[in-house]
């Protein structure tokens, strides 16, 4: 089933809550499709022709289905963990793959320190032992948390949660994470090291780092015998960061004093692996982000970053883009803004430039990543076949010898969140462009065409006028656009100087057909005009 002209056609591999269907379905344009009760040739079938696919844990997208899908622009995860997306073949197709990045944190953090409680003071062999007729109360001594060292590999949000709750309970909390600095340990209260000295110092270790090929297995025999005896070991993030063999092992020996899972290598737990016969081990069954309020902030979050991406083509959050993740928070706004100046570049010119110098004066860090994507976006749509986006425009400005190069700037004038773009192609000057964030609510506004500053909101279509600066031009533009019947919505005079040259903005509503171009080019006082559409 191929899309219906004038809409987007979008998968639901995976149960979605009501709440995340209904934003969808709400979408102008949007056609939901739901297939969570079907099977994966009923999914494969009906790849072909759709733009967006959502999945949880259950699908895996794989480079068959990602090959099925011969227009998909977009993949979202309802949820965090990516390992069951083939990202590499997504992003070698242009497609860019989302997920819920914050909706689970506090659900999971509670399930990961409610794990480190329960193997701490044993309660799950407590509450058997009571349905089973029995007082154990000499037996069942635990472990008391306060005044004991915490241990959390990786201080993403989730990570970072569990250490607050950690000190919360009194302990001394040390963390490992190589891509943290020690101003933000600062402001959680935690003490970074190295691996090995956690390994040494710590009477709990939590695990909260995605699962790449780099870490798989990253706790195995070596680390855990370098472990403090007794120590409990947790692992709430993914499966096959810990040796599970390795874990029952050091269980049995007393090398590990207890451990709390809720993820596993091969999930449903297979009924001959080595950890259903360790002691003292906590089990649940992958619960970490099943609480009715994450499930509904997931669904939520997720409807809305997939809708977003297809019908307004924001892909700040986009896992497989070409920066930091630090970089896309928030960063929407400054995205639109470089997309739109991008188009306006390229309007302007007729030569190819070699590069284009992204300059960002304002106060966000690590938004040159993103905003240099948009650029590329905004400067090559009209000029390539889709797919284009933020994951793949940079690679395709390099292979056709496009340099995008970034520049930190001051702020210019009175704008906070100034951007401004310079092309070059030769011997010849600079093309500048320039925009800035406006206002509480960060509106896109440009503020610069050359040497001339102008006020305009990019929307829409816009004609840019160079002319001379002398009576009867704006009359005249107004005469032969009125008789085309386009209505003018904003028209901008910008000059250096009385009698000078000036550069009209005229913004209208709808795309004037080339024989009306041509007809403001024959004014005599015309030097030339430029239609940019921004929509």
């Known amino acids: 089933m191929n899309e219906r002209p004038g809409t987007t056609r979008l998968l639901i591999a995976d149960p979605l809550l009501p709440d995340g269907l209904a934003t969808l379905r709400a979408a102008p344009g949007l056609v939901v499709e739901d297939l969570s009760e079907g099977d994966r040739e009923a999914l494969l079938g009906a790849l072909p022709g759709a733009s967006g696919l959502i999945v949880r844990s259950r699908t895996k997208v794989d480079e068959e289905l990602i090959g099925a899908g011969d227009s998909l622009r977009v993949i979202g995860r309802a949820g965090v963990g990516v390992d069951n997306i083939d990202i590499a073949a997504a992003t070698r ?14 659900s999971t953090a509670e399930m990961a320190f409610g794990l480190l409680l329960a193997a701490a003071r044993r309660l799950p062999e407590a509450d058997s032992s009571i349905r089973a007729g029995e007082w154990r109360r000499k037996e069942l001594r635990g472990t008391q948390l306060s005044g004991k060292t915490l241990g959390v590999i990786g201080l993403g949000r989730i990570g970072a949660e569990v250490a607050r709750r950690g000190r919360a309970f009194g302990m001394r909390v040390v963390a490992h994470d190589p891509f943290v600095n020690e101003e933000r340990a600062d402001d959680l209260g935690v003490e970074l090291v190295d691996l090995d000295t956690m390994f040494g110092a710590c009477h709990a270790i939590s695990l909260h780092v995605p699962l790449s090929d780099e870490n798989r297995r990253l706790i195995g025999r070596k680390e855990i015998a370098a472990m403090r005896p007794g120590v409990i070991l947790v692992n709430a993030a993914r499966g096959g ?56 902030q997931v669904s939520r979050q997720i409807a809305v970053a997939v809708r977003n991406a297809l019908l307004e083509d924001d892909y700040s959050g986009a896992l497989n883009a070409p920066f930091e993740a630090e970089g896309r928070e928030g960063s929407g706004p400054i995205m639109i803004l470089g997309r739109c100046l991008g188009r306006l570049l390229a309007g302007l010119g007729d030569a190819p430039p070699r590069r284009i110098e992204v300059r960002y004066g304002g106060p966000r860090d690590g938004v040159l990543g993103p905003l240099a994507a948009s650029v590329a976006v905004g400067f090559l749509e009209h000029h390539v076949d889709p ?124 795309e004037v057909p ?22």
Do not use: K, W
């Open 93 to 106: 197709r242009g497609i860019a793959v989302l997920n819920a990045p914050a909706a689970n944190t506090y």
């Open 387 to 510: 797919p284009l986006n933020v994951v793949n425009a940079l690679s395709i400005a390099a292979g056709r010898g496009l340099e995008i190069a970034r520049v930190r700037t001051q702020a210019v004038g009175d704008y906070t969140n100034y951007v401004e773009l310079a092309a070059t192609s030769g011997p010849a000057g600079a093309r500048i462009v320039g925009g800035a964030l406006m206002g509480s609510r960060m509106e896109p506004r440009i503020v610069r065409v050359g040497t001339f500053s102008v006020d305009t909101v990019p929307r829409g279509t816009c004609l840019l006028i160079r002319n001379r600066d002398q009576p009867g031009v704006i009359g005249a533009v107004g005469t032969i656009l009125g008789e085309a019947n386009a209505n003018i919505a904003e028209y901008h005079l910008a000059r250096r100087r009385g009698g000078g040259r000036s550069l009209g903005v005229v913004r209208i509503d709808g």
């Open 241 to 296: 960061l810990i040796d599970e063999t390795a874990l029952a092992d050091g269980l049995a020996t007393g090398q590990l004093g207890a451990a709390g899972l809720d993820v596993y290598e091969t999930e449903p737990l297979p009924a001959d692996s080595p950890l259903r016969g360790a002691p003292h081990l906590v089990f649940t069954p992958h619960l970490g982000a099943s609480t009715f309020e994450a499930q509904r």
């Open 514 to 535: 080339p024989e009306v171009l041509n007809g403001l080019r024959d004014l005599e006082a015309i030097d030339e005009v430029r239609q940019v559409i921004f929509d």
